[in-house]
């Protein structure tokens, strides 16, 4: 399809899915209000509410971080802290963006697969009421986790029971809430408004948009406010249309689904190819579209020569391979075949 190599460094390095594509130029024919005022965004809203319930209410935003560090500042103030992993993407990746917008400290809590539950959780809470320290009022978490892994609806439930019974509220950092949601065969509904999350950064980008992301409240009380945030944290988008459209396309006909289930697949077909060789040890269950793998160095180093890729732990050797939805078979077995040289090669 293209000259350019499949890498398996992110899954944003996509192609934009042809429906959305279609979308994007179907909505470029016309004169329409700027700032979501048109009926691209108000049809596109509807569709969310279908999905994930009537009473949720949706914003659009121009990408992760932006959803993330918004959200958040819906739902805390600046002598509180939200609880996450310290794998987060906003601990790790964000560049203190959660700190320096919302002013909250961040309390990452380290994990061996991504996943925060409610017994590493209960020992910071005891500073609740105490005027000298951050308030924990937020628990972050990310579905699926920067790991591959997923949490099923029962882990969600346990969490948001434990948080709402401590007065504390849910996030959800859902980039590839997708990827998860075609891993359990659930419904989107179901990992939140259903789960009991508070606010969801609905992912679009790693998933077939061109750009875009959503921050979905679950509590319309939680929302008053957002919308003046969003506007003071840079993420209202003028073309709130071209955000919209996408969003509308990638509900219709499960493309968001068809999509998830295609990158999963491959990192399943990888995982299934890779497990047996020698010296290549899979580190998480592969339930997403990540396969995290330990190698030694000097295999690493000679297939990322050809094939880029990160390193996640270089104290385990550990590197991750993230699939997407525009991979085939075939891009996937020349990798492995790829692997397998670089290792023979030691
Ligand atoms: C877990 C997670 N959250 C959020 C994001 C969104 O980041 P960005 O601001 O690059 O859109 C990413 C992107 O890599 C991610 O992996």
Redesign the pocket.
């Known amino acids: 399809m293209s000259r350019y190599k499949r890498s398996f460094a992110?899954?944003?390095n996509a192609i934009v899915h042809p429906d959305i594509m279609k979308a994007l130029q179907e909505a470029n024919n016309c004169h329409v209000l700027s700032y979501g005022d048109d009926p691209f965004t108000q049809s596109a809203a509807e569709r969310f509410k279908e999905v994930f319930g009537q009473n949720s209410e949706v914003f659009f935003v121009?990408?992760?971080?932006?959803?993330?560090v918004t959200g958040l500042g819906a739902i805390t103030m600046p002598y509180q802290a939200v609880i996450c992993t310290d794998s987060?993407?906003?601990y790790v990746?964000?560049c203190g963006a959660a700190e320096r917008f919302i002013g909250c400290r961040l309390i990452p809590i380290p994990t061996e697969d991504g996943k925060l539950r409610p017994g590493q959780i209960q020992p910071l809470l005891h500073v609740l009421g105490e005027q000298h320290h951050s308030q924990p009022a937020v628990i972050s978490i990310?579905q699926s986790?920067?790991m591959g892994t997923v949490y099923k609806t029962e882990e969600l439930k346990a969490l948001t029971d434990f948080a709402h019974s401590n007065n504390l509220l849910v996030h959800m950092?859902?980039?590839?809430i997708a990827n998860a949601a075609a891993f359990l065969g659930t419904s989107l509904k179901a990992l939140t408004a259903d789960a009991g999350i508070d606010v969801l950064?609905f992912?679009g980008?790693?998933n077939g948009l061109m750009?875009g992301?959503a921050v979905v409240f679950f509590n319309e009380k939680l929302a008053q406010n957002y919308k003046y945030i969003r506007k003071q944290g840079t993420q209202l988008a003028s073309k709130m249309r071209y955000i919209a459209v996408q969003f509308e396309a990638l509900l219709t006909n499960q493309l968001w689904l068809e999509n998830a289930r295609k990158a999963n697949d491959m990192a399943a077909l990888l995982a299934n190819e890779v497990k047996g060789i020698p010296g290549i040890r899979i580190t998480q269950p592969v339930e997403a579209n990540g396969v995290f793998v330990s190698m030694p160095v000097a295999a690493a180093e000679k297939l990322r020569q050809e094939y880029f890729f990160y390193p996640w732990n270089t104290d385990k050797n550990e590197y991750r391979w993230m699939t997407s939805f525009d991979m085939e078979e075939d891009d996937i077995m020349e990798f492995v075949e790829a692997v397998k040289k670089a290792m023979k090669a030691l």
């Open positions: 992110s899954d944003n121009y990408n992760g971080t932006g959803a993330n987060s993407h906003i990746d964000e990310t986790t920067e950092d859902g980039a590839r950064s992912g980008t790693k750009f992301e």
